[in-house]
């Protein structure tokens, strides 16, 4: 099969208003990733190797998340919102650089999937100029009716403009469409605003197709793939959608979950086969664990990457720049941040592991603190292979313990500690023989003489 270009423009010029939000719509996550990102990905997937975002007029910080989330993704400023056809014209001069297929896709659909869009792009290479992703919703109201005779889709009215037979209609426009890209600049310059909202519908290309005796087509889709974002709930609820695909695709791939109802994953999450989570376990962005490692109930993790075999928790706190070695434990309330435990080394329980390096099999005693912090700059911790800390030691960055050296418990560590040495850092234990008796018997005596 010759490979067709596929140019996607993503709209994101709306105002989300009813998020109630000073951050633009589209730049709220699911899944720890814009529900713009999550749309890029998806349109880069289905084959667009070009894409144009549409952003408003003060929309800096989106322009600058497109780039990141699709690096040669070109931004089309649309200064004033005039309908949605009039949104895609922002893109003109990329359109007319010519592709086969043209995806339009609006940013806050974060569900849609690289597979309907596909299906979309071969319908027009089949010889449809438009395509157009229909679904049947609970409650139709508000969406575009889609008009059918047969196979042919006709023309879609909206629904302000439709009549009470078109409102009948239950199958309504999901908002994804493909044009053929050789007529695509024609159809939207044909569009008028003379309509109930005044602007300028994308969905009239369908009627324009059919005057012209062009072929459109509807391709009927899930629900979930045209779910679009306009509140705080519906983010809420399609986050919920998001984490059941996250969390079948997870048990599919071998990874084992007691309740996994329970656990919260990214969508950039990694899980190997044969790696245990159980339940209450969330997964921030960045994350990836090797096989047979045990992720224990109620841990946190983000940015960290946890090897082969290795035990995290319960109420573990990984943090970005954690890294795990394999067969390594992390025990209960213990943070770890920026600093690498290797191969089986250990911190089973209370401390607080921040800028620094473990070195293979030490073990970190419970209260141990890294001290990476004096109020202005971080400085980092060296614990030697095969080294052991003493519980509750503080040691105080930029600071080492040497391979195989030995920390007295409540050390406080201020200098570097020598490969196989013992440093005790703390007051020497003081005893006083007879001394808690002579209190106890001055108290009474006390008493008796009424002082
Ligand atoms: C649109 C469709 C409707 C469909 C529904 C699905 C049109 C005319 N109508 O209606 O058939 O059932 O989506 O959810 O296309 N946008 C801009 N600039 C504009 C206007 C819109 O960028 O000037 C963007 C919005 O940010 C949004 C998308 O286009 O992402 C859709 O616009 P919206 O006004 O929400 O369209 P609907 O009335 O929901
Ligand atoms: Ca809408």
Known sequence: MIKRTCLAVVLAAGEGTRMRSSL?????????????AHVLRAVSQAGAADCAVVVGPDHDAVAKEAARAFPNAT????????????????????????????????????LVSAETLRTLRDAIADG?????????????????????????????????DANEAERAIDLCNGGLMALDGRRALALLDQIG?????????????????????????????EEDDVRGINTKAQLAETEAVLQKRLRAAALEAGVTMIAPETVFLSADTKLAGD???????????????????????????????????????????????????????????????????????????LAYIGDGHVGEGANIGAGTIFCNYDGASKSRTEVGKGAFIGSNSALVAP????????????????????????????????????????????KAAGKKSGG
């Not at 570097?416 to 018997?441: H, Y």
């Open 24 to 36: 633009p719509k589209v730049l709220h996550q699911i899944g720890n990733e814009t529900l713009l």
């Open 399 to 442: 600071v080492s313990v040497g391979d195989g050296a030995y920390v007295g418990s409540g050390s406080v560590i201020t200098e570097n500690v020598p490969a196989d040495s013992l440093a005790l850092g703390r007051v020497r234990q003081v005893i006083k023989e007879g001394w808690a008796s002579r209190l106890r018997s001055l």
């Open 275 to 349: 790696v245990t989570i159980e339940p209450y376990v969330i997964f921030g962005a960045g994350v990836t664990v090797e096989s047979g490692a045990v992720i224990h109930a109620f841990s946190h993790l983000a940015g960290a990457h946890v090897g082969e075999g290795a035990s995290i928790g319960p109420f573990a706190r990984l943090r970005p720049g954690a890294r795990i070695g394999k067969g390594a434990r992390v025990g209960n309330y213990v943070e770890v941040k920026e600093a690498v435990m290797e191969a089986g080394a250990k911190a089973n329980h």
């Open 193 to 221: 605003n003379a309509n109930a909202k005044k602007e300028y519908y994308l969905t009239d290309a369908v009627a324009l197709a059919n005057e012209a005796g062009l072929k459109a087509v509807a391709v009927e889709v």
């Open 128 to 160: 449809a100029t438009v395509a157009v992703a229909g679904f049947t919703p609970d409650d139709p109201a508000g969406y575009g009716r889609l008009i059918t005779d047969g196979g042919k889709l006709i023309a879609i009215r909206e629904h302000k």
């Open 75 to 110: 931004i089309a400023r649309q200064m004033q919102r005039l309908g949605t056809a009039h949104a895609v014209l922002a893109a003109r001069s990329i359109l007319e650089r010519g592709f086969d297929d043209v995806l339009v896709v609006f940013a806050d659909t974060p």
